[in-house]
Every structure is written in C-alpha cells, then in structure tokens.
C-alpha cells in the first residue's frame, strides 16, 4: 500500500518567513494529492487540491507544487503569521482505493 | 456556512459496551466516511458509504464496527463491543461529489474514551 511520509520534527519559524513542508510518496502515483490543516482536537480542514497534470496550485498565500518523477509534494505558506500555526496534513487516495489516505503531518509553529 | 456536525462531542464508556456515534453530513453531499485519530497519531480512513451502502472499507474496520444512514440527515458509526484500543477521535466527513472531485468537509469529531 502506498506509504506517506511527511516530516514529523516540528517546524519552527519566524513570522513573515516562507514556511515548506514536504510530503513524499512511495509506489503508485495519485491522480491527485490533497493538503489539510489540522488544529488541536479538530477535523481537519481542506486547504488545497492539485492534480496529477498541475505542476503548481496558489491560493491567496499558499503555494502547493506536485513532482510525479520525485513523488513529492511540496506546500508553502509565505509570509507566515502566528495564526498559521496547525499540523499540516497531506492527502492522497492509495492504490486501488478512491478514499483518501492521510499521512501523520508536520506541526508548524510560527513564532512572533 | 453548511458544516458537518457530531454528537456526542466526547463519550465515555466501559469496555464491551456499544456505541453509537451520530454524524449529521452537509445537506446536499452524496458520499460520508467515517475516519478515527488515536492520540498522537494519523488520522485513518475506516469506512465510506455511498448510495446507501458501503462503497469501500479499511482493514480497521471489522465485524465489530457498523455504519448506517438511518434517515436522510443522519450516518451512524456503531462499535458492537469496545475495546481499549477503541479509544480514539472519530471524525466524520462527506463530499458533494465523487472522490477526485473537491474536498472532504470533516467534522470536530466525537472523542471516545474506553475505559
């Protein structure tokens, strides 16, 4: 089955920097990979989907980019604040499964 | 805006008994999961349900465990007789459209403590 790994060191950085976490894949290749916030004690909420045919997806400050020959995805936040301070989690469908796999996340702290 | 709500927020019980779980989906959404988070660690798909019946599920999800869309607001996860290793968030999340297609709204999840 596909395996997910994602940084699970803590992430600490100043506020205003360009915070990048890493996703990587084993095996199969998604048709699309998803990221997800996570706060303490809640569900995660959906941030951003890129597909398989997209090298790169922004939404206001985030920035995903999906590399199917590294089987990696990164996701960026610039100009971080305080308030982005969560786990982030990444998302894909494993093979031969259309429901999403998560993988364990990276908490990131921004510090003021 | 719609959100998928839970009940009950956290529950308490003693091993072997039952519980049931309440997930009210997004009114318009077509496909609900269930996913559970022990603490500390991932968040872990269980089981889907489309079209009134289960459309995948994960090895977790044994015989112990059973899901049901009773009415046509409310999806049920039920654990026949909980074991310690139950203990968990139990999120609940649905889709508009197919998988592929968009986002998985989750909700604040119920947290069980088997005791």
């Known amino acids: 089955s596909q395996k997910i790994e994602q940084n699970s060191e803590a992430l600490n950085i100043q506020e205003g920097k360009t915070a990048t976490l890493t996703c990587n894949y084993t095996?199969?290749?998604?048709?699309?990979l998803q990221w997800y916030r996570q706060d303490p004690g809640r569900g995660p909420v959906f941030l951003l989907l890129?597909?398989?045919?997209?090298k790169e997806k922004r939404k206001e400050r985030l920035k995903v980019t999906f590399d199917t020959t590294l089987k990696q995805s990164l996701f960026h936040i610039t100009a971080s604040q305080p308030a982005d301070s969560a786990t982030y989690l990444c998302a894909l469908p494993d093979m031969g499964r259309r429901a999403l796999t998560f993988g364990s996340g990276t908490r990131l702290q921004v510090q003021p | 805006e719609p959100e998928v709500t839970q009940t009950p927020s956290h529950q308490v019980t003693q091993m072997g008994q039952e519980v049931i779980l309440r997930c009210v989906p997004i009114?318009?959404?077509?496909?609900f999961y269930w996913y559970r988070q022990i603490l500390g660690q991932k968040v872990e798909f269980l089981v889907s349900?489309?079209?009134?019946?289960?459309?995948?599920k994960s090895e977790i999800f044994d015989d112990q465990f059973s899901v049901e869309r009773p009415d046509g607001s409310n999806f049920t996860l039920k654990i026949r007789s909980t074991k310690l290793e139950d203990s968990a968030m139990y999120f609940c999340?649905?889709?508009?459209?197919?998988?592929?297609?968009?986002?998985?709204?989750f909700g604040e999840g119920s947290r069980l403590t088997v005791l």
């Open positions: 999340a649905s889709r508009m459209g197919a998988p592929g297609t968009g986002e998985l709204f």
């Open positions: 009114s318009n959404h077509l496909y």
């Open positions: 890129i597909r398989e045919n997209e």
């Open positions: 095996n199969y290749s998604p048709a699309y």
């Open positions: 349900f489309y079209n009134n019946e289960i459309s995948e």
